[in-house]
């Protein structure tokens, strides 16, 4: 088997990289318009999606299932509260405990949409075969879970382990997020 080089690898990988982020884009592109008619952004969609299918959740488990910072996912609550999509509850005993879960007005919202947006989905990656598809996810979990420095695939990522890149870009003191890979 012929050596590859670093040089090549770095080359190799960055090509992939940017085609992963064309590609992602040119999915989101084809989604946004159903997302503008339906007055949601993406977050906004993947929050009542999200408590929709798993129930009620606090607000650091959807940050993590929707890779969003806790800044942005408190403001994207706040505005689906304010909608009256969603109800913040507070955990008796513990006031820093808060679970979202969905109101009737955003479960009717979400249940009406998400088919639609599904089909849409399907649609914009229509160009891979079922099979492809399935290579395609299997891939991605495992560069997901290379990406978040897990080396066994059942393993979760140590939010206090640090970022390997941090030490060579002078920020030590950054440590890893955890986000479901899944």
Same mark, same amino acid.
């Given at each position: 088997?012929?050596?590859?080089?670093?040089?090549?690898?770095?080359?190799?990988?960055?090509? *992939?990289? /940017?085609? &992963?982020?064309? %590609?992602?884009?040119?999915?989101? =592109?084809? +989604?946004? !318009?159903?997302?503008? $008619? #339906?007055?949601?952004?993406?977050?906004?969609?993947?929050?009542?999606?999200?408590?929709?299918?798993?129930?009620?959740?606090?607000?650091?488990?959807?940050?993590?299932?929707?890779?969003?910072?806790?800044?942005?996912?408190?403001?994207?609550?706040?505005?689906?509260?304010?909608?009256?999509?969603?109800?913040?509850?507070?955990?008796?005993?513990?006031?820093?405990? *808060?679970? /979202?879960? &969905?109101?009737? %007005?955003?479960?009717?919202?979400? =249940?009406? +949409?998400? !088919?639609?947006?599904? $089909? #849409?989905?399907?649609?914009?990656?229509?160009?891979?075969?079922?099979?492809?598809?399935?290579?395609?996810?299997?891939?991605?979990?495992?560069?997901?879970?290379?990406?978040?420095?897990?080396?066994?695939?059942?393993?979760?990522?140590?939010?206090?382990?640090?970022?390997?890149?941090?030490?060579?870009?002078?920020?030590?003191?950054?440590?890893?997020?955890?986000?479901?890979?899944?």
């Amino acid at each position: 088997m012929p050596v590859v080089s670093e040089a090549a690898s770095e080359a190799a990988a960055l090509r *992939v990289f /940017v085609k &992963l982020l064309r %590609a992602a884009s040119a999915v989101e =592109a084809r +989604l946004e !318009p159903g997302l503008i $008619a #339906a007055g949601l952004t993406s977050t906004q969609l993947g929050v009542l999606e999200a408590l929709l299918h798993k129930g009620p959740l606090n607000q650091r488990e959807l940050g993590r299932k929707l890779l969003s910072s806790p800044a942005n996912m408190t403001d994207v609550i706040d505005k689906l509260e304010r909608r009256g999509m969603v109800l913040r509850t507070r955990k008796p005993g513990d006031r820093r405990a *808060v679970r /979202v879960e &969905l109101t009737a %007005a955003g479960r009717d919202k979400i =249940a009406t +949409l998400f !088919p639609r947006h599904a $089909a #849409a989905i399907a649609a914009a990656m229509a160009g891979l075969s079922r099979e492809e598809l399935a290579t395609l996810e299997t891939l991605l979990r495992k560069l997901g879970r290379s990406a978040a420095g897990m080396a066994d695939p059942t393993e979760a990522a140590d939010p206090g382990v640090p970022d390997p890149l941090a030490e060579e870009y002078g920020l030590a003191h950054i440590r890893r997020t955890s986000f479901d890979i899944e």
